[in-house]
């Protein structure tokens, strides 16, 4: 999930924001609509006047109906109709509004005649598309259709809405369509993590991104120069010594026999095996990628590992399923293992080594005294224990570089009981 933090939050902002808005939006509908049904409720103070003129002043039915059509308001004078629309129709505000059900009694007539003004009460309601004002005395009461006022409409609110909605989503289309180049950029700072150097970072356009990328990839061409350049002076280096190593080791055999030609052939077989481990090192810490990866039988691995290290198949025990497969460059980690055989041939008391699987782990037993120092400090490069003539301290280090390659790790374990040393090829947690 943290691979896309900068999307899941860009994503996150929008989704608030969308239901922010349409909150505030919700709100002001609420408040415009009922504030539009309080301002057109205010008309029934024109017709308590209206009545309460034609009840004093005792003017005729003509004069009331004159004067409710100036306010575009007409009695419906069919009484069923009146009492249908009455019990269907939506009340939208009242006040003391009494439901035709409460009274059995009460009928909407033509006219209306209360006995006591006081007691009016009037109800706006909403049938459709017609607003209506209910009159209601005693027992008896008028519906007055509204010409002129209209429902409350949310045309132009919806609109707004559907304007600021689409704009915010825009928006954010449009931040997203930045951000896309992003994806491809991860991709290839992975592809180049794993090693293809030939990766390109450059990309067309001035903003943000493109200034990183383009950056990125004048970082990669110098990456890919010292890279170069460090490998062939490497190459030249041990190639111009491998030749006088080779004339050292053709002149020490001419020597007579004796401690000085054995001292000779002694140090120019350490030069070569030291320039072969250089060779090693630098091929796993630049050259490996697992492209050159391939799936092999674990014991083949081993089988080739016993063979590098020349060493009697007595001198190691396996318990391993032949069956087992492992995704591995040969070479390299052959020589892992030939290292750890090399290991316990130098230091077991008894020069043996039991190699096993446990639980997708590779074991090397060996009896021995436990290590003097944590596995940390033998893993780095020329470190050895003091009475080690042999050794050039790169054993373990070259181990732990190859297992490093191969997402694997090098673990120790020391068993009190038995006095056995056990090294451990695991995966990576």
């Known amino acids: 999930m943290s691979r896309h933090a900068v999307l899941l939050t860009v994503l996150f902002a929008f989704v608030v924001t969308l239901l922010s808005v349409t909150y505030v939006f919700a709100e002001f509908y609420k408040l415009n609509r009922e504030q539009y049904i309080n301002n057109t409720f205010l008309k029934y103070t024109v017709i308590s006047r209206i009545y309460r003129e034609h009840m004093q002043k005792r003017t005729s039915s003509t004069m009331l109906e004159a004067n409710l059509a100036l306010y575009s308001l007409y009695a419906v004078e069919d009484e069923k109709l009146a009492t249908k629309i009455t019990q269907e129709a939506k009340i939208l505000k009242s006040e003391n509004f009494q439901a035709m059900k409460e009274s059995n009694s009460f009928q909407v007539r033509a006219t209306f005649n209360p006995q006591d003004i006081v007691e009016v009460r009037i109800s706006m309601l909403q049938d459709k598309n017609q607003i209506y004002f209910l009159l209601q005395g005693h027992n008896n009461g008028v519906l007055l259709l509204d010409e002129k006022i209209k429902p409350y409409r949310s045309g132009n609110i919806f609109y707004a809405y559907l304007v600021i909605i689409s704009s915010i989503t825009i928006s954010y289309i449009l931040i997203f369509m930045r951000l896309r180049p992003l994806r491809k950029l991860r991709k290839k700072i992975r592809d180049f993590g794993a090693g293809e150097m030939q990766t390109s970072f450059k990309m067309s356009g001035e ?68 320039i072969s481990e250089f060779a090693l090192v630098e091929e796993v810490s630049t050259g490996f990628t697992h492209a050159q990866s391939e799936e092999y039988r674990l014991i083949d691995l081993i089988d080739g590992a016993i063979d590098m290290a020349m060493v009697e198949k007595e001198c190691v025990s396996q318990d ?59 893993v780095q490069p020329f470190t050895k224990d003091e009475n080690s003539r042999d050794s050039f301290g790169l054993g373990l280090y070259l181990v732990d570089a190859i297992l490093h390659a191969h997402d694997m790790a090098l673990a120790y374990e020391y068993k009190e009981k038995e006095g056995i040393n056990c090294f451990i090829f695991e995966p990576k947690a």
């Open 207 to 274: 903003d943000e991104i493109a200034v990183i990328a383009n950056e990125l990839e004048n970082t990669r061409q110098k990456i890919r120069t010292l890279i170069e350049s460090r490998t062939l002076f490497m190459r030249n280096i041990m190639h111009e010594l491998k030749t006088p190593i080779a004339k050292g080791r053709i002149s020490a055999e001419m020597l007579e026999s004796g401690k000085q030609k054995e001292r000779f052939q002694r140090i120019f077989l350490r030069m070569e095996s030291l």
């Open 320 to 378: 391993v399923d032949a069956s087992q497969k492992i995704l591995a460059d040969f070479n390299l980690f052959s020589t892992a293992i030939k290292n750890m055989v090399d290991n316990a041939m130098k230091y077991s008391t008894d020069k043996h080594i039991t190699i096993s699987t446990k639980e997708g782990e590779l074991w090397f037993e060996s009896k021995g005294e436990r290590l003097k120092y944590p596995l940390s400090y033998y």
